[in-house]
Nanobody
Framework: QVELVESGGGLVQAGGSLRLFCVASGNALRFKFMGWYHQPPGRQRELIATITESGYTNYPDWTKGRFTISMNSAKNTMYLQMNNLEEDDTGTYYC?????????WGRGTQITVSS
């Protein structure tokens, strides 16, 4: 069983930055990829970025280079650096692990971007 715990959310002004953290714990922390998802209020969850165990990263085009995913394997921690935040970035951010035998989600961390 794997547990994912996100942190780093909060209230920020438009144009500001935040860094999210996802700490993984449990047995056999090997995975195909990990990722960050964003769920705006009243809308479906959307993919922001993914990273493989070897460090290969991928982003959808709409992120426009504002987000950077990274990982410290020694600390079992994944990060999301978010810059130039916009009001549409408001919502809940979830950490995801695509394991070899199961998938896992964190409970999310809330970000509110004010104008």
């Amino acid at each position: 069983q794997v547990e994912l715990v996100e942190s780093g959310g909060g209230l920020v002004q438009a144009g500001g930055s935040l860094r999210l953290f996802c700490v993984a714990s449990g047995n056999a922390l090997r995975f195909k990829f990990m990722g960050w998802y964003h769920q705006p209020p009243g809308r479906q969850r959307e993919l922001i970025a993914t990273i493989t165990e070897s460090g290969y990263t991928n982003y959808p085009d709409w992120t426009k280079g504002r987000f950077t995913i990274s990982m410290n394997s020694a600390k079992n921690t994944m990060y999301l650096q978010m810059n130039n935040l916009e009001e549409d970035d408001t919502g809940t951010y979830y950490c995801y692990m695509g394991g070899w035998s199961a998938d896992y989600w964190g409970r999310g961390t809330q970000i509110t971007v004010s104008s």
